[in-house]
Antibody
Framework: EVHLVESGGGLVQPGGSLRLSCTAS????????MHWVRQTPGKGLESVSAISPDGGTTYYANFVQGRFTISRDNFKNFLYLQMGSLRGDDMAVYYCVREGTPGSYDYWGQGTLVTVSS | DVVMTQSPLSLPVTLGQPASISCRSSQSLVFSDGNIYLNWFQQRPGQSPRRLIY???NRDSGVPDRFSGSGSDTDFTLTISRVEAEDVGVYYCMQGSQWPWTFGQGTKVEIK
C-alpha cells in the first residue's frame, strides 16, 4: 500500500514562507499527477495545487495563484509546495494526495499543520 | 468554480438502518472524455479522508458493499444500506471534472 508522508508544517508569521514536502514509501509516485489539498474547520476541504507526472504542467487554485509553487523531484520521490506571502486564511492541515485514477484522489497523506500567526 | 452542495449536513441514523446523502453540482460534471468524475470520501474522526467511490458508482477495494453510489449529470447520491458503528464520520463528495476540483461541505453521520 502507498504511504504518503508530509513534512515541513509549522508556525510562520503573516507574510512569511514555508516549504512543505511529501514523500512516498513502498512505491514511487513518479507516474502519477500529484496534488496538495488543505482542510480547515471553516472552509472544509480545498484543492490547492496539482502537478503533472513529469512536472511540466501545474495548476493552482485562485486563492494561492502567484504565492504558492508546486514542484516535484521524481528521482528523489519528493513532492513540494513552496508557500509564500502567507496569510491567516492559509492556516490549515495540508495533505499530499495522489491522483491515482483520473479525476480522483486515491491516496492521502496524514497531513501537516500550517499555522500562520504573529 | 463548480459548487458542490450536500444535504443533509448532519445525519443521525439508527444502527442497521439505511442512510442516504445527496450531492448536487452547480454545473454538469461531464468531462470532455465523456466520464463524470464524481467521488465520495469518508473521513473518520482524527483520520485523513479515504476514498469510497469514484466515477459515481465504482467502489474502492476493501470498501464494504453496503456503500453504493448513484446519479448522473448534476445529482448524485451515496447510500449506506445498513449503517454500522464504524461508519461514523464525515462524508464528502468531490468533483474532479473541472479544475479547481471542489468538495461538498461534508455530511456528518452519527449514531442515534
Amino acid at each position: 500500500e502507498v504511504h504518503l508522508v508530509e513534512s515541513g508544517g509549522g508556525l510562520v508569521q503573516p507574510g512569511g514562507s514555508l516549504r512543505l514536502s511529501c514523500t512516498a514509501s513502498e512505491v514511487t509516485f513518479s507516474g502519477y499527477p500529484m496534488h496538495w489539498v488543505r482542510q480547515t474547520p471553516g472552509k472544509g476541504l480545498e484543492s490547492v495545487s496539482a502537478i503533472s507526472p513529469d512536472g511540466g504542467t501545474t495548476y493552482y487554485a485562485n486563492f494561492v495563484q502567484g504565492r504558492f509553487t508546486i514542484s516535484r523531484d521524481n528521482f528523489k520521490n519528493f513532492l513540494y509546495l513552496q508557500m509564500g506571502s502567507l496569510r491567516g486564511d492559509d492556516m490549515a492541515v495540508y495533505y499530499c494526495v495522489r491522483e491515482g485514477t483520473p479525476g480522483s484522489y486515491d491516496y492521502w497523506g496524514q497531513g501537516t499543520l500550517v499555522t500562520v500567526s504573529s | 468554480d463548480v459548487v458542490m452542495t450536500q444535504s443533509p449536513l448532519s445525519l443521525p441514523v439508527t444502527l442497521g438502518q439505511p442512510a442516504s446523502i445527496s450531492c448536487r453540482s452547480s454545473q454538469s460534471l461531464v468531462f470532455s472524455d465523456g466520464n463524470i468524475y464524481l467521488n465520495w470520501f469518508q473521513q473518520r474522526p482524527g483520520q485523513s479522508p479515504r476514498r469510497l467511490i469514484y466515477k459515481i458508482f465504482n467502489r474502492d477495494s476493501g470498501v464494504p458493499d453496503r456503500f453504493s453510489g448513484s446519479g448522473s449529470d448534476t445529482d448524485f447520491t451515496l447510500t449506506i444500506s445498513r449503517v454500522e458503528a464504524e461508519d461514523v464520520g464525515v462524508y464528502y463528495c468531490m468533483q474532479g471534472s473541472q479544475w479547481p476540483w471542489t468538495f461538498g461541505q461534508g455530511t456528518k453521520v452519527e449514531i442515534k
